[in-house]
């Protein structure tokens, strides 16, 4: 999952290798867990920028934070060393998302200004 997630599109990451991993930190077994954590950073953590639709926009806040978040209730040492471990790339990943979402917002209001600017001049020569 790895191997297949580094060579794909950062956005289908997102959408495809993401659910998985968080799907998998409800493991009952602490291996598998370690697994979909490494999973989760190794396909994200040198992603610079990511196209983030209006339906991901909170996608760090109401969905991965959490589920990390979740986490840090579980009683193996194992898991808490391995979250320890991945905290600054969460936290570099996580900024990554928003400052996404804030570029591609700023896009959409740039955009919708110019449309307005557009369609402006032609409603005057009426």
Aim: aromatic fraction near 10%.
């Amino acid at each position: 999952l790895k191997a297949i997630g580094r060579q794909i599109r950062e956005e289908f990451r997102l959408q495809y290798i993401v659910p998985y991993c968080i799907f998998c930190f409800s493991d009952s077994v602490s291996k598998v867990k370690v697994e979909a954590i490494d999973c989760f950073i190794e396909v994200l953590k040198d992603v610079e920028s990511i196209e983030i639709g209006h339906t991901d926009y909170y996608v760090f806040d109401t969905y991965i934070f959490p589920a990390f978040y979740k986490l840090l209730e579980d009683s193996d040492i194992v898991i808490n060393i391995k979250l320890i471990e991945v905290l600054p790339h969460l936290i570099t990943i996580g900024k990554t998302l928003i400052t996404s979402v804030n570029m591609h917002k700023q896009k959409i209001t740039m955009l919708t200004k110019d449309e307005a600017l557009i369609q402006e001049p032609a409603q005057m020569d009426r």
